[in-house]
Each structure stands twice: as structure tokens, then as C-alpha cells.
């Protein structure tokens, strides 16, 4: 069963196995209230706040003040606020990991199948929508174009664009 619970309960089993260990969260639940989030959960060392980011790399690095970041720093909680880049990127993603007959969407006709994204958030101001208030993010076309030559290279034969608003730049 899939469920958040479920997934907390494994973080924590990881952290509590390996203390050593950072663990760093994404998702729509924890970008509400991330302090809260951290304080509640001991085992979360942190919150990525946008997953296009690359403050976590930053972060991890020590190279500079990272963006888009919650961490626990001791006993305080710090926020770095989320920026929103033109241009994003994320190299290319490892698709290979996600090719096995276990893992699929149901709506998928072919098993091997890929989940992509070529932006983030969306550029209009719909009133009946809020994926404006994601602020809006393109990806890099290079790193585009070789994530698509790769998945052809990987066998994939059909695409699931996670796209909020694909094809609608401005």
C-alpha cells in the first residue's frame, strides 16, 4: 500500500538504521508548512522546496547560500526561499532505474514507458487555475533533446509528459 504514512515510516526506518545518513524530502504535502514538517519529524534533516532547484546539490556541496531549501541547522529551522529560474536544469535523469516490468502507470499501453518533464509551472494567469503561482520554468532544449535521444536509445516507447502547461511558453 502506498501511502505517506508509509513512506515516513520507511525514512524513518532508513535514519534510524543509518543515523549517518541525510535524508531530503519533495512533495505537494510538505511545501505548506516545511518548518512545521521539520520539527514534527526528526528523521527529516530537510525539504527540497522546488525539485528544479539545485540547492540541495548547493547545499550538499557547501558551495554558497542554497535556494529553494528547508534544513534544520541544530536546533533551528532554516528557509531558503524558492527561486524561480527561466532555465532550469536537471541533467539527464536516470530513466534506466524506473525500466522494470514492476513499475508502471496503469494507463500506460506499453511497459516501457518514461515519465518527462520540459517545464515547470505555467506562464498564464488563468483565474480558474493555480498553476501560475508555481512561478514558471523551461528546461534547457540541449538537456531536452539528449533525455529524448536517450530514451530512444533505452527502448521507450511511449512518453507520459508531466508538463503542468507543455508547449505554452511565451
Not at 524530502?25 to 505548506?32: A, F, R, T
Not at 519529524?41 to 528547508?70: H, M, Q, T, V
Not at 513499475?103 to 518514461?114: G, L, P
Request: hydrophobic share 40%.
Amino acid at each position: 500500500l502506498v501511502s505517506l504514512r508509509a513512506d515516513l515510516n520507511f525514512y524513518q526506518a532508513i535514519k534510524s538504521h543509518l543515523s549517518f545518513c541525510q535524508i531530503f524530502l519533495s512533495g505537494e504535502p510538505l511545501l505548506e508548512a516545511p518548518e512545521k514538517w521539520l520539527e514534527r519529524n526528526s528523521f527529516i534533516d530537510g525539504i527540497l522546496l522546488r525539485f528544479i532547484s539545485s540547492g540541495l546539490k548547493d547545499y550538499l556541496e557547501g558551495d554558497g547560500e542554497p535556494d529553494s531549501l528547508a534544513v534544520k541547522d541544530g536546533s533551528r529551522i532554516k528557509v531558503f526561499s524558492a527561486l524561480t529560474p527561466k532555465i532550469y536544469s536537471v541533467g539527464r535523469t536516470r530513466q534506466e532505474l524506473f525500466q522494470y516490468p514492476r513499475y508502471f502507470f496503469s494507463f500506460a499501453r506499453c511497459r516501457k514507458f518514461a515519465t518527462f518533464l520540459t517545464d515547470f509551472g505555467c506562464p498564464h494567469k488563468c483565474k480558474f487555475c493555480v498553476m501560475s503561482a508555481l512561478g514558471y520554468s523551461r528546461r534547457k532544449l540541449d538537456e531536452v533533446e539528449d533525455e529524448l535521444d536517450y530514451l530512444r536509445w533505452l527502448g521507450i516507447k511511449e512518453l507520459f509528459l508531466a508538463d503542468q502547461s507543455f508547449g505554452s511558453h511565451k
